[in-house]
């Protein structure tokens, strides 16, 4: 599927939406929903490649989309630098008002991860994150 940009501001439509009308903890509801229900694929590369196939993934998302990581790979552990992250960078050179990223925008990242990870058997953590598209996530082997 090719990359398309107008998604990142979709997406943050959505999730201002679910915000604004049900709250924070109702949007975080959704975001797990997601993460249990559409990554199924995804959830069986981590489970049979370990942490090479987090990295690979994640290298090929975001160089499609235009982005900007550098991975680290240790013996049992994975960290992912996210130095330009596509969403942000479209949604912030866009003159839509409505993509304009919702404060918490990076959580989905931290809650599907999380929950991807689980499913895989590892464990994840979001270490750092600016809000404004640079951020650093862990993933570990148990």
């Given at each position: 599927m090719a990359a398309i940009k107008e998604w990142f501001g979709g997406f943050n439509v959505i999730f201002n939406w679910i915000e604004k009308q049900f709250g924070p903890a109702a949007l975080e509801a959704y975001w797990r929903h997601i993460?249990?229900?559409c990554y199924t694929e995804v959830i069986a590369k981590f489970k049979s490649e370990g942490l090479d196939g987090v990295r690979d993934y994640f290298e090929d998302i975001f160089k499609k989309d235009g982005g900007l990581i550098e991975t680290t790979r240790q013996p049992g552990c994975l960290t992912i630098k996210v130095i330009k992250c596509p969403a942000f960078m479209f949604m912030n050179t866009s003159d839509n008002p409505c993509f304009v990223?919702?404060?918490n925008y990076c959580?989905?990242?931290e809650i599907i991860n999380a929950r991807l990870a689980q499913q895989?058997?590892?464990n994840f953590?979001?270490?750092?994150?600016t809000h404004h598209g640079q951020c650093t996530w862990e993933f570990a082997k148990d």
């Open positions: 993460a249990a229900t990223p919702i404060k959580r989905h990242d895989s058997g590892l953590r979001m270490t750092a994150c």
